[in-house]
């Protein structure tokens, strides 16, 4: 899987079994104590990275951290970090913290992917470092054991019956809940939103640094506003780059829900491209006019909802809903948008054999797979009564026919065993004025509306750079030379929008 579809799939997987979450509060119980209440972190063993695409200088370590923070002298466990030291010592002025997107992404991954290009940006102002979260990567993982047909990506994600029905979905949920309590144990009940919060500050400690600047990039861009909100004394400039509703009383779930508008923002990008006259000569123009792309689309699903189509993967049709996730994918860019027109074309061929993408082929790894359902049902307490779900993907499936009622429907959060152990934070304006937001207008995953409550929330904290964009993802991601020449001038010389300003596309 391309690194670009990779992160389309783990984002999307983010807000699939997104929570409920209890009523506000800044971070509180037990657990809330900070590193600085057990020893001190050790200093980190740099060695060169061996993983596959690491970048030439990349460095990786092992950073100990308490597995639980209100037990900081008993279990420990490792977490994988890695940097890329400036190769400008005179022109060094701090550490820049990656924090990848998901739950579920790397950071050390995300670090090889970008660190050349946001390297050259940065032109040796900082230190680059990232960390694989608990669960990811070379860190501490965890499992369900869940069955190969659980962790499908069309299954992950709860898409409704044909007739809107959610008695599989239910069951299904229920029955990964039930695993995940049984296998987990208490590495899985550590992964958590605000366990990552305290591993960044444990980083910050172990680099020997009294402050931390960052880009956060989605789920990372709430991570780090997190950050931001229980340590601010300890942040200098952060960028949060497509971000979502920090409501505390919804957190992932209302993420989840926002992704039905997110989609219908996104989905004339898609048909525009897809009915250019410049598709005819690749083979991939779907319609004549962008307005006649939804109906069609549309139609397509519904026909395979009733007849799903033999495809290149023995045993894996391609049903409605896998072409509702694949569409769902190929949103997040517009490199995206031939995979998911090849795919259409395919299906309405009757010769033709539609050949399955990679992430709806074959089952996520369970590790993977308990990572992404586990953050999100740890950090906050979701609606038990299977009816109220019911009539919400009515209502969902009525309003948003592209998702299909997906965003609106139960998942193992439901079913959870462990009440969370502490509230999500509640984002505010208490803090310094140290924060540049860029965020797409049309974004599939973390819609703009979501972004606007966010910029409420953080009051003369932040200021907001709008592009007219679409996709997910802004910095370094979508060839806009404003924001990307916007957040550079932010980090290396920390000038910054006096107020709220807006990128055209190009």
Not at 39 to 68: F, I, Y
Not at 316 to 338: E, H, I, K
Not at 428 to 454: C, F, H, K, W
């Amino acid at each position: 899987m391309t690194s670009y579809r990779r992160k389309a799939a783990l984002i999307a997987l983010c807000a699939t079994t997104a929570a409920a979450t209890l009523a506000g509060a800044t971070t509180a119980t037990a657990t809330a104590a900070t590193p600085s209440a057990g020893p001190a972190a050790a200093p980190l063993a740099w060695a060169e990275c061996t993983h596959e695409g690491h970048l030439p200088g990349q460095q990786c370590a092992k950073l100990s951290v308490p597995l639980d923070y209100a037990d900081p002298q008993g279990p420990h466990v490792d977490l994988a970090v890695s940097r890329l030291p400036s190769d400008r010592p005179a022109a060094r002025r701090g550490t820049l913290m990656v924090i990848p997107g998901g739950p579920g992404g790397s950071g050390v991954q995300r670090l090889s992917q970008k660190g050349a290009a946001l390297a050259r940006e940065m032109a040796g102002a900082y230190d680059l470092v990232a960390l694989d979260p608990r669960g990811v990567g070379g860190s501490v993982r965890a499992q369900c054991g869940l069955d190969e047909a659980d962790r499908r990506l069309v299954t992950l994600r709860s898409w409704a019956g044909p007739d809107g029905g959610i008695g599989e979905n239910v069951e299904r949920s229920r029955r990964v809940a039930e695993a995940c309590a049984a296998n987990g144990g208490a590495e899985l009940r550590s992964f958590t939103t605000a366990n990552q919060v305290r591993d960044i500050d444990r980083l910050r400690e172990a680099l020997g640094e009294r402050k931390l600047s960052a880009w956060g990039v989605s789920y990372g861009s709430y991570v780090g506003a997190a950050y931001a909100q229980k340590f601010p004394q300890r942040t200098d400039r952060l960028v949060l780059d497509s971000t979502a509703d920090p409501d505390p009383t919804r957190v992932a779930r209302g993420w989840l829900a926002n992704m039905a508008q997110g989609a219908d923002d996104r989905f004339p990008d898609f048909a525009a491209w897809a009915a250019d006259p410049a598709r005819r000569a690749e083979g991939l123009r779907l319609a004549e006019h962008p307005e006649d792309v939804r109906p069609l689309f549309l139609s397509l699903a519904a026909q395979l909802d009733r007849e799903p189509k033999p495809s290149n993967v023995p045993g894996v049709p391609l049903t409605g809903n896998m072409l509702r996730q694949a569409l769902q994918n190929s949103l997040y860019g517009d490199a995206l948008f031939p995979a998911v027109a090849r795919l259409i074309g395919e299906a309405r061929d009757p010769a033709a054999v539609p050949a399955l993408p990679r992430e709806l082929a074959q089952a996520l790894p369970d590790q993977d797979a308990a990572l992404m359902v586990g953050v999100i049902c740890n950090d906050v307490a979701w609606p038990k009564e299977v009816s109220g779900y019911e009539r919400a993907v009515a209502a969902d499936r009525a309003a948003h026919p592209l998702t299909g009622g997906m965003p609106a429907n139960i998942t193992p959060c439901a079913f959870w065993k462990d009440a969370p152990a502490e509230r999500p934070a509640r984002i505010t304006d208490e803090g310094p004025s140290n924060i540049l937001m860029v965020q797409n207008l049309r974004d599939p995953a973390t819609p703009y509306s979501g972004a606007l409550e966010m910029r409420t929330a953080l009051g003369s904290r932040a200021r907001l750079l709008t592009v007219d964009h679409g996709g997910h993802g802004v910095y370094l991601g979508n060839g806009n030379a404003c924001s990307d020449r916007t957040v550079t001038t932010y980090l290396t010389t920390g000038r910054r929008p006096s107020r709220d300003t807006t990128c055209t596309d190009g």
